[in-house]
């Protein structure tokens, strides 16, 4: 699945203004995915004690449970782009809509903690499904002067989806009397918190029938004037279409479908590119960002937090996520992608450092000292602002756009499930780690934020302005 829209001639490939307001509700439906994607990843967020208490069960365990989603994380986005290339980007939508509502029923409802685990692996295929097929159609319908901007619906659709799930799981907390597994509507309130995911779901299904397929995938399967069309909405009616046809099907005549076996190369097994693509990914993981987001009413609460408090917390940092997103999406059109992900990188290994000096202090009465719980409570704010006014925009951005057309596709792929994988690699690990040293796992998380910098400086090109086929 990939884009092959060419660089601008003639000002046709800018929308006209009339046609940006269309162009933009395209990509923020699209987005709507992201929304569900940030939605379900951290809702579980407001269920983790009360998992643990109701099915009495260890840290280990407990992890497995949350991060076992996120195998089908990594299995939907690997596979998304070859299912979007078969039968349409629009139809993958409305697959992951569906299982999206199947999870959140399944989730909300289990008989046992084994079917539980199910409905959270069935969550993470439309999970993995919405994080490719999201960030590619949009790059299929911008006009490249607004690509940047558009692509990063995504990311603010995903933390938005976060900090609503925050506010609902908070809200839900407090008509329970504070208590994860007090009565709502005749179930327990983490049960709520998890079956209110239906609505968002339905919603995005909705959507993706007022959305048009892609004019690339249109073309794919020989309809030409349906394609021009679409072409027409999204870059106004002076554009020259037919022209516009004849670039992206020479390059589609130029291309041929990515396959994994396309990725070998050089003395490493993959080629550089897809190394890349690849270490961006993981290192926007292994800063433990997504511990702030699954667990940190749970680490709050550890460190002696009231639980009310904790879930306030946990939303108040969401907060500071969309700040930070909204942010990226002003600049990264204009400072590039490059400088955004070395500043972020500067400011996440300062906070997470922090954080790792005020865990290392010893508890007074089940809490720490008031100094380093202050200092903790703002480290972990500036570490999520860092994160998402840089990598958290910035590598969703690049996978779209730095693989040659050749290899778009398939390297998409394997870096998008390189990403959940390295995911399920944090959350899995966090609380066991959390249990032997809480200080010493904030360490490691801010070496891998240091180490991001070199590799950002000898490794990742700017791609900012460029199109497409110029990353060829």
């Known amino acids: 699945m990939t884009s092959t829209t060419q660089a601008p001639q003639s000002g046709a490939r800018t929308a006209q203004p009339e046609h940006l307001g269309h162009v933009i509700f395209i990509a923020a439906a699209a987005a709507m995915g992201g929304f569900l994607f940030g939605y379900d990843s951290s809702v579980i967020n407001g269920a983790v004690e009360a998992i643990r208490t109701k099915y009495d069960i260890g840290s280990a365990a407990l992890a497995q449970v949350i991060a076992i989603a ?80 558009l692509g990063s619906f995504q990311q603010a659709a995903i933390v938005i989806g976060i900090a609503i799930s925050q506010l609902v799981n908070w809200g839900l907390l407090n008509a329970a009397g504070g208590n994860q597994r007090g009565h ?7 049960q709520v918190m998890l079956g209110v995911m239906v609505v968002p779901a339905v919603l995005y299904g909705l959507l ?11 073309l794919s399967v020989g309809r030409r004037e349906r394609a021009k069309e679409i072409l027409a909405e999204v870059e106004g009616e002076g554009a020259d279409l037919d022209a516009r046809v004849a670039e992206i ?21 993959f080629k550089p590119i897809v190394w890349i693509g690849i270490g961006l990914s993981v290192f926007q993981q292994f800063v433990g960002i997504n511990v702030a987001f699954y667990y940190s009413s749970t680490l709050w609460q550890s460190v ?16 500071i996520n969309i700040v930070g997103t909204v942010i990226a999406m002003i600049f990264v059109d204009r400072v590039g992608r490059r400088p955004l992900a070395l500043i972020g990188s500067v400011g996440m290994a300062v906070g997470l450092a922090l954080e790792a000096w005020a865990f290392s202090s010893h508890l007074v009465d089940g809490k720490l000292p008031a100094t380093q719980g202050w200092v903790a409570l703002i480290a972990a704010h500036l570490f999520v602002l860092f994160f998402a006014l840089s990598w ?26 390189a990403q959940w994988i390295a995911n399920w690699a944090i ?35 700017e791609t900012k302005g460029k199109s497409l086929e110029e990353m060829g």
């Open 70 to 149: 996120l195998i089908g994380c990594a299995i939907g986005a690997a596979y998304a782009g070859r299912i979007a290339d078969r039968i349409g980007r629009i139809r993958v939508m409305q697959i992951a809509a569906v299982l999206f509502t199947v999870s959140a029923v399944g989730s909300a409802l289990p008989f046992a903690l084994w079917d539980f685990a199910l409905w959270r692996v069935v969550g993470g295929f439309a999970i993995g499904m919405a994080s490719v097929i999201g960030p590619a159609y949009i790059a299929e319908v911008a006009p490249p002067a607004y690509r940047g901007r």
């Open 184 to 190: 709502l509507m005749g179930l327990e309130a983490w």
């Open 208 to 218: 993706s029938f007022a959305i048009p397929e892609s004019p690339r995938f249109l």
């Open 249 to 269: 099907e020479h390059a589609m005549k130029s291309e041929h479908k990515s396959t994994f076996k396309d990725l070998l190369g050089g003395g490493f097994f």
């Open 304 to 319: 002696g937090v009231d639980p009310t408090d904790s879930f306030f917390y946990s939303f108040t940092t969401s907060i």
């Open 392 to 417: 958290g925009v910035v590598v969703w951005v690049m996978l779209g756009e730095m693989f040659p057309n050749k290899i778009r596709a398939a390297a998409l792929g394997v870096a998008a499930a």
């Open 427 to 461: 959350t899995a690990s966090f609380p066991s780690l959390a249990d032997w040293n809480l200080s010493g796992t904030y360490v490691i998380y801010a070496v891998f934020a240091a180490l991001s910098i070199p590799f950002v400086l000898k490794f990742v090109k």
